[in-house]
């Protein structure tokens, strides 16, 4: 077997660093994020992975000198030149003992430019037999947005792309640093702009497409780099805001007319510029179907807007890059959807767990709890990879009730103004127009209908959306049974699901971080794989079920 280490790694990573293990069919072995270890979301500035590499290790069961190749994904000695960095005959070797590979030989190394490593990992990941694909993110060496012909068995054609100047991802970050979010919450700037009117919103004029193509505001200069343009486009929002700032903090933006206006405006933009974007993509190609990567395919409403098929993987932001270099380097055989639970298992619970009570599980009992108005952790199986909860480490809760998201929100410490997502194995006519791939991951809105909005109050969004998880079979057979109790019971086979994870933290990973996060956020309910922990005497149990 040839065992292929990929990795976001190297100056050029400011954030999810990752590392993924694959072989020469391009089976993925593991594949995990930086932050599910230093429990940072982010983890901003980890230039080498090591821990998600030495957990990949693990999972695989391999050692470190069984490695036969490094794939990063990008253009390291390039990158090092720009940091002031020589990068040497010798610099390969440092670069891999960083990421834990110290054994004696040193792996070949190969360098795959940013962007390709985006397009490869979600063009293999789609099961697609050929694609067009759509790369849109801040930056990687020179561009900020490409556009990819793809086709299995095939190398991968560069058609198009633009410079940095014209990066979506720098405006949707200088977007929601404004806001006072802080410049990775593009999701929720997305959120807070669905409280205005995004079809309606005044066109600021940042980034026009037309008949002479995208136009940025900014000028033309392919050189100008990130701290230029962020600022740039920081000076450029606040003027058409009028303020340096947001009149209210984040608990309560949704109610400060001039943020609302920010972030739908900066989403007005997105949906406008991806959707010109992905039009010319499939003139350039002459393929209709579409793949997305990038860290602005998380924008799941731009995405849902799309007409299909268009797939996303659950991994398009950075960390993706480790998957889409290692596939370059050995993609899959046939086209085959990617599965993203690629994580660890959650280990055993602890020893030590005072007023705790054990029992098998039994979905009876757990659809009972989830009926009676209980918000139930679950940490089952191996983990999913990206920033979507997709049933492994997620909280679950029933959503017919409206309070229900008020009190998810209240549990999680999260500004009451966001939304949270649905998860069936069925079509419950609760949204309109399938979304197709996109609801493999949680990727795509969708309108509710006036059915779905009554029966599902605690997963519709101020603009009427959701972001619905349809589980295929065979995806998780525990929620699928959870489901098919509900609808035994009479309610509908739907569940809220969104991340089981505190503020300012990524998924949970283990047992233990499970059980400790769930203490400290108040869920009396965690299920460890097959055994069902409830937390606290039974008197405190009984208090926390009420709705």
């Known amino acids: 077997m040839t065992v292929i280490l990929g990795v976001n790694a190297g100056h050029a990573t400011f954030h999810d ?16 994020e930086e932050e599910r270890l230093t429990r940072v979301r982010h983890a901003p500035g980890v230039k080498s992975p090591a821990l998600a590499v030495a957990q990949c290790l693990d999972i695989a069961g391999l050692d470190a000198a069984e490695v036969d190749v490094v794939a990063v994904g990008w253009d390291e000695p390039r990158m090092s030149a720009r940091a002031g960095q020589h990068w040497g005959f010798d610099s390969a070797r440092d670069f891999t003992a960083n990421l834990g590979l110290t054994a004696r030989r040193t792996p070949d190394v190969h360098f795959v430019p940013h962007h390709r490593a985006h397009a490869a990992s979600a063009f293999h990941a789609s099961g697609y037999d050929r694609a067009a694909v759509l790369v849109v993110d801040g930056n990687g060496e020179d561009e900020s947005i490409s556009i990819w012909r793809a086709g ?40 807070l702009a669905a409280y205005g009117n995004v079809e309606d919103a005044p066109d600021p004029g940042w980034l026009t497409v037309g008949p002479h193509g995208l136009i940025s505001v900014l000028g033309s200069d392919p050189g100008e780099d990130y701290e230029s343009t962020r600022g740039r486009w920081l000076s450029r929002i606040a003027a058409f805001a009028g303020a340096d700032r947001p009149a209210q903090p984040p608990a309560t933006l949704s109610a400060d007319p001039l943020a609302v206006r920010v972030a739908a405006a900066a989403q007005a933009t997105a949906q406008t ?87 098998d599980l039994d979905v009876d009992q757990v659809v009972d709890l989830l009926v009676a108005g209980q918000i139930i952790g679950v940490c089952r199986g191996r983990s999913e990879v990206g920033p979507r909860a997709l049933c492994h480490r997620s909280f679950l809760a029933l959503p017919v009730a409206k309070q229900m998201r008020e009190r998810m929100n209240g549990l999680k410490r999260r500004e009451q103004w966001r939304p949270f997502g649905p998860v069936t194995h069925t079509d419950p006519a609760a949204w309109w127009s399938p979304i197709g791939d996109l609801d493999r ?74 059980v400790a996060c769930a203490r400290r956020l108040g869920a009396p309910t965690v299920i460890i794989d097959d055994v069902l922990v409830q937390l606290g005497p039974p008197s405190k149990l009984r208090s926390d079920t009420g709705s």
């Not at 660093?17 to 995990?32: K, M, N, Q, W």
């Not at 990567?293 to 890059?321: E, F, Q, S, T, W």
């Not at 525990?478 to 509900?486: E, K, Q, S």
């Open 441 to 514: 991951y949680m990727l795509g809105a969708a309108t509710l209908t006036e059915y779905g909005a009554a029966l599902l109050p605690a997963v519709q969004h101020a603009d009427g959306t959701t972001r619905p998880q349809l589980l295929r079979a065979g995806d998780e057979e525990f929620v699928h049974a959870l489901l098919d109790g509900l609808a035994d019971q009479g309610y509908p086979p739907v569940l809220l699901n969104t991340s089981f994870n505190g503020p300012g933290e990524p998924l949970v990973d283990t047992a233990t971080q499970a």
């Open 152 to 191: 299995h068995g095939q190398p991968l054609v560069r058609v198009a792309a633009w410079p940095r100047i014209h990066s979506l991802g720098h405006l949707y970050e200088a977007a929601s640093t404004w806001l006072g979010l802080g410049k990775r919450a593009a999701g929720k700037t997305m959120g």
């Open 17 to 32: 660093p990752s590392a993924c293990l694959t072989d020469e069919h391009g089976t993925v072995l593991a594949f995990v």
């Open 273 to 359: 510029v991806v959707g010109w974007l992905a039009d010319q993509a499939r003139k350039a190609t002459g393929i209709q179907e579409l793949c997305l990567a990038g860290g602005v395919g998380l924008n799941c409403a731009a995405n849902g807007r799309l007409p299909g098929p268009v797939y996303v993987p659950p991994i398009p932001h950075d960390a993706g890059v480790a998957l889409g270099a290692a596939w370059s380097l050995a993609a899959p055989r046939r086209p085959t959807v990617f599965s993203a639970y690629t994580g660890a298992h959650p280990r055993p619970l602890p020893a030590d767990l005072p007023d705790a009570t054990l029992a």
